[in-house]
T-cell receptor, first 115, second 111 residues
Framework: SAVISQKPSRDICQRGTSLTIQCQVD?????MFWYRQQPGQSLTLIAT?????????ESGFVIDKFPISRPNLTFSTLTVSNMSPEDSSIYLC????????????FGSGTQLSVL | GQQVMQIPQYQHVQEGEDFTTYCNSS?????IQWYKQRPGGHPVFLIQ?????EVKKQKRLTFQFGEAKKNSSLHITATQTTDVGTYFC???????????FGTGTRLKVLA
């Protein structure tokens, strides 16, 4: 299993500013994922955070808007840049501890509201 | 791109009634997982199905993977108020490491 600490748990931000979300795992994991969940919707994969290399972004998400860092095997950050109200959402980090596509563990999420 | 749809989108049941959610993928899956998300919470892994036609049970929950590995179902017998939440399937396509989450089914159980 894996215990994931994600912070902040929620924030209210002004349009045009940036917010960095942190995700700390209690064990070393190869793959970390960042998801967005808009109110009442499903989870959409933003990117896969790779240690030692650039993140892999999904269609519709770009590095300039969602820069990701992965300095080591237990930590990652996602920044939501130049925010607009459309970025209001829950952001979740997730890990696959075994790296064998067996199960995902999720952080508690960051609820972001942009005014 | 690959899509994973779930029906129904919402379901309200009386406590004690059964509940089923169906998951359909536009592509063949190598495996499928199910997650439960309580209101205000994060998704929690329930189970993984890998084999064609596989059926697994967890107490009152029965999970099934279709023969063609393109659909799956979750059936809850005699629902309880603790079953409230949104149930997501998540499919994995062979050759990838990314799970595509279904649209979800939100279950409300009326006491």
């Amino acid at each position: 299993s894996a215990v994931i600490s994600q912070k902040p748990s929620r924030d209210i931000c002004q349009r045009g500013t940036s917010l960095t979300i942190q995700c700390q795992v209690d064990s070393q994991v190869t793959m970390m994922f960042w998801y967005r969940q808009q109110p009442g919707q499903s989870l959409t994969l933003i990117a896969t955070a790779n240690q030692g290399s650039e993140a892999t972004y999904e269609s519709g998400f770009v590095i300039d808007k969602f820069p990701i860092s992965r300095p080591n095997l237990t930590f990652s950050t996602l920044t939501v840049s130049n925010m607009s109200p459309e970025d209001s959402s829950i952001y979740l980090c997730s890990v696959d501890p075994l790296g064998q596509n067996e199960k995902l563990f999720f952080g508690s999420g960051t609820q972001l509201s942009v005014l | 791109g690959q899509q994973v749809m779930q029906i129904p989108q919402y379901q309200h049941v009386q406590e004690g009634e059964d509940f089923t959610t169906y998951c359909n993928s536009s592509t063949t899956l190598s495996n499928i997982q199910w997650y439960k998300q309580r209101p205000g919470g994060h998704p929690v892994f329930l189970i993984q199905l890998v084999k064609s036609g596989e059926v697994k049970k967890q107490k009152r929950l029965t999970f099934q993977f279709g023969e063609a590995k393109k659909n799956s179902s979750l059936h809850i017998t005699a629902t309880q108020t603790t079953d409230v939440g949104t149930y997501f399937c998540a499919g994995l396509t062979s050759g990838t490491y990314k799970y595509i989450f279904g649209t979800g089914t939100r279950l409300k159980v009326l006491a």
